[in-house]
């Protein structure tokens, strides 16, 4: 093998391992969502399948010629590449999954170990075919380790900032698959490979198969897995699911119709301040834009910003769930902790955190730095209301709620209705609704069956000893209750 081949082998394979790691984490999200521990165990699990192709890979070349192993080993890993589709749709109808790291490890050593050990065998058998001359394994080893190196970032920058947008994620996978077998099948030889026509038969028939098996998205956007779902009961009422998470519920003929009861507790909360004759809101998360249209439909002096990471999101909002922008209700597309900056100082009435799904938390929407910009542009008498989810010792919703507390002089906490007989907070992670204001709290009148509020007392007390979090250490995925 000539020094030019082993080293487009050794980028390719890198390459290819590389992106199959982002691609992990878009396949995977419906199932374990978007988390710290997610990318953590999806980032450890082919890390370990990397060392474990190193070892094996070494091993396989000492005791075989590693010519005949390079090709067979590609076409191996780009096969086993397209079993993740079909084991992750296996997943998703099956049984609910609580996505704690043991599930996440697990769920990815299911689908991406593999592929990543195989890949990562051809580079020791690359060397040991290149090590002719002991004299040159300094210079053979730090250039084909230079190869690898490239090919991985080659295939993070490139997947991260252009496939991704570009193709559904199980296409992605399918070519990567695709490019991996027909190159191995080259380096191998058409030649010797006439006997083994019949494998790799089967292995196309697998790939093409991986490509057809159903997606659960209808939609896949830079960020989510989109999936609607119809509701019998209401001719034009979509449900709206985000990687595996129901995030919202959308009534095409009549947006005044709050389907969640943590929707219902934002209208009760809002609606004091609502009874001005002109209310601005400020509405971190859009999804299926519930609230904006719910605001703008029960007020008529309403006018609605809608802060939106996922551009995509947006379009097929528009799309499909009838959403429509004007002069009242406005979208800005981007990470909300960035576009903020724009909003200037005492601009809104009322801020709607909705940014938190029951997977998925941006942390650097939770800590005292993002929580001191909500106060900047609130208005002296404004008001925050913030959906949480928490279960358990609800150890994220104290910590958030004293986040708040060091910026508000007034804080208070809805809570989950529970059976009579029951206690709270219990094993069951729901939806909470954080309050805060710098002027007192207007009086909320809460439905029974939607929660209970606790008032600035209770609060306090539910807060007791916890952290504030702050840019520098806010652990939100271990303090949650899932």
Not at 438 to 449: H, K
Request: with cysteine; hydrophobic share 50%.
């Amino acid at each position: 093998m000539s020094a030019r081949l082993a080293t487009v082998t050794v980028f390719v394979t890198s390459f290819c391992v590389l992106v199959l790691e982002i691609l992990a984490g878009r396949l995977l999200a419906p199932v374990i969502g978007v988390s710290l521990e997610s990318f953590t165990g999806i980032i450890g699990t082919v890390l370990a399948g990397i060392a474990a192709g190193n070892t094996f890979g070494g091993r396989l070349a000492d005791a075989q010629p590693p010519r005949a192993l390079i090709g067979p080993a590609i076409m191996a890993g780009g096969a086993s590449s397209w079993l993740a589709p079909p084991i992750t749709s296996a997943i998703a109808t099956g049984a609910h999954l609580s996505p704690d790291p043991g599930t996440i490890v697990f769920l990815t050593v299911l689908t991406f170990f593999l592929p990543a050990l195989i890949l990562s065998s051809v580079t020791p058998m690359v060397a040991k075919l290149r090590l002719s001359d002991v004299g040159e394994t300094g210079r053979v080893v730090g250039n084909l380790s230079a190869a690898g190196t490239f090919g991985a970032l080659a295939g993070t920058f490139l997947t991260g900032f252009v496939l991704v947008a570009a193709f559904p994620t199980r296409r992605l996978i399918f070519l990567v698959g695709l490019g991996l077998v027909l190159f191995g099948a080259g380096l191998s030889g058409w030649s010797r490979l006439k006997p083994q026509a019949v494998g790799l038969g089967l292995v196309a028939l697998l790939g093409l198969a991986s490509v057809f098996i159903p997606s659960p998205c209808d939609a896949e956007t830079a960020y989510a897995c989109v999936e609607i779902e119809a509701d019998d009961d209401r001719p034009q009422g979509l449900g709206i699911v985000l990687n595996g998470s129901r995030n919202s519920y959308v009534d095409l003929d009549d947006p005044t119709y709050l389907e969640f009861r943590y929707m219902r507790l934002f209208a009760d909360v809002v609606a004091p301040r609502a009874d001005s004759a002109a209310v601005d809101v400020l509405h971190l998360g859009g999804a299926g834009f519930t609230f904006p249209r719910y605001i703008n439909a029960v007020r008529a002096g309403a006018n609605s910003q809608v802060l939106e990471i996922d551009a995509e999101l947006v379009d097929y909002a528009e799309e499909e769930l009838a959403l429509e922008q004007s002069d009242r209700l406005r979208v800005r597309t981007g990470d909300a902790r960035l576009t903020i900056a724009a909003e200037a100082d005492g601009s809104y009435d009322v801020i709607v955190g909705d940014a938190f799904s029951g997977l998925t938390i941006p942390w650097h929407l939770t800590t005292t730095e993002f929580v001191a910009e909500l106060d900047r542009v609130l208005r002296p008498d404004g008001i925050v209301v913030a959906n949480l989810i928490d279960g358990e010792d609800l150890g994220f919703a104290r910590a958030e709620l004293a986040t708040y507390k060091a910026h508000f002089n007034h804080v208070a906490l809805i809570r989950p209705q529970v059976q009579p007989d029951s206690d709270w907070p219990d094993s069951v992670a729901r939806n909470l609704m954080l309050i805060a204001s710098d002027v007192p709290l207007p009086l909320i009148e809460v439905d029974p069956q939607d929660g209970i509020l606790l008032d600035e007392a209770d609060t306090t007390a539910l807060i007791d000893d916890a952290e504030v979090l702050t840019d520098d250490f806010a652990p939100v995925d271990q303090l949650r209750h899932t």
